[in-house]
Nanobody, 120 residues
Framework: QVQLVESGGGLVQPGGSLRLSCVAS????????MGWYRQAPGKEREFLAS???????NYADSVKGRFTVSREIGKNTVYLQMSSLKPEDTAVYSC??????????????WGQGTQVTVSS
């Protein structure tokens, strides 16, 4: 199994920046992608960005130019650098790992989430 732990959330003023971190542990599949999602009260969970073990990134159009996803090889850590934050960015941000086994079985794991609040 895989465990994911996010950190780095908090309160920030509009226009500010935050860096979120997610550390994965356990039986991590070689072919995998680690990504970030968020969910605000009353809204559905939204995909933000992901990056594969081959360091191929993918971004939602809504965050291109403001958010950057990166991955630290050898430490099972993924980051989300967020800048130019807006009040509508307020949400619980969660880390996800999606992996495929040698028998082509797909697994998906989630962290507990970290709160990001953008307010003046």
């Amino acid at each position: 199994q895989v465990q994911l732990v996010e950190s780095g959330g908090g309160l920030v003023q509009p226009g500010g920046s935050l860096r979120l971190s997610c550390v994965a542990s356990g039986s991590i599949f070689r072919d995998n992608a680690m990504g970030w999602y968020r969910q605000a009260p009353g809204k559905e969970r939204e995909f933000l960005a992901s990056i594969t073990n081959r360091l191929m990134p993918n971004y939602a159009d809504s965050v291109k130019g403001r958010f950057t996803v990166s991955r630290e090889i050898g430490k099972n850590t993924v980051y989300l650098q967020m800048s130019s934050l807006k009040p509508e960015d307020t949400a619980v941000y969660s880390c996800n790992l999606r992996g495929i086994t040698g028998s082509s079985r797909i697994y998906s794991y989630w962290g507990q989430g970290t709160q990001v609040t953008v307010s003046s």
